[in-house]
């Protein structure tokens, strides 16, 4: 059974540290826990967690996963590479790219919160202008966010549907 959701707020973009648990390499815990993770992204695009864990058997050896992606995917750092990457459900071995390191993440959260509100209600005709300025926005961050079927790559076809237009806060 799936429940309404809780109200959206508007973006802000904040820095949070997270607890890591005990298997959690060194490395990247002491990462995590120096650079922080951000307080979330547009909607439930994503979302950290209390405290990071380590998942085995994705991607290029494990995945230290630091987030949740809309219901049910998780966001992480692959221990060998150290790219973010986008696991799009539960149980799912796949491990999309979404940035080359947690840095980039950051600076590319940042930045479409930035951009937020990309267009108000009624603006149809600019849904796809603003998506490809998002598009090239990432790009210019990393060029390696705007991987197919990415977590920015989804989010920027979101955006050309019309899925992001501003909203209130309560």
């Not at 993770?37 to 994503?46: D, H, M, S």
């Not at 967690?49 to 750092?77: M, P, Q």
């Not at 990309?118 to 966010?145: H, N, P, W």
Request: aromatic share 8%.
């Amino acid at each position: 059974m799936i429940r309404d959701l809780p109200p959206l707020r508007l973006p802000k973009y904040v820095v949070v540290q997270i607890g890591c648990a005990p298997q959690v390499p060194a490395e990247i815990a002491a990462d995590l826990r120096d650079r922080g993770v951000p307080a979330g992204l547009i909607g439930y695009e994503y979302q950290p967690l209390t405290e990071a864990t380590l998942l085995d058997g994705i991607g290029e050896s494990a995945v230290v996963i630091f987030g949740s992606s809309g219901l049910f995917g998780r966001l992480g750092v692959d221990v060998a590479s150290r790219r973010v990457v986008h696991i799009p459900k539960i149980g799912s071995a796949t491990a999309r790219h979404v940035n080359r390191n947690l840095e980039t993440f950051h600076r590319c959260v940042a930045a479409v919160i930035d951009r937020f509100p990309f267009y108000e209600e009624g603006e149809e005709d600019r849904f796809e202008e603003v998506a490809d300025e998002l598009r090239q926005l990432l790009d210019t961050l990393d060029d390696s966010a705007p991987a197919h079927s990415g977590l920015w790559e989804t989010l920027c076809d979101d955006v050309a549907m019309g899925d992001y237009a501003n909203w209130e806060e309560d």
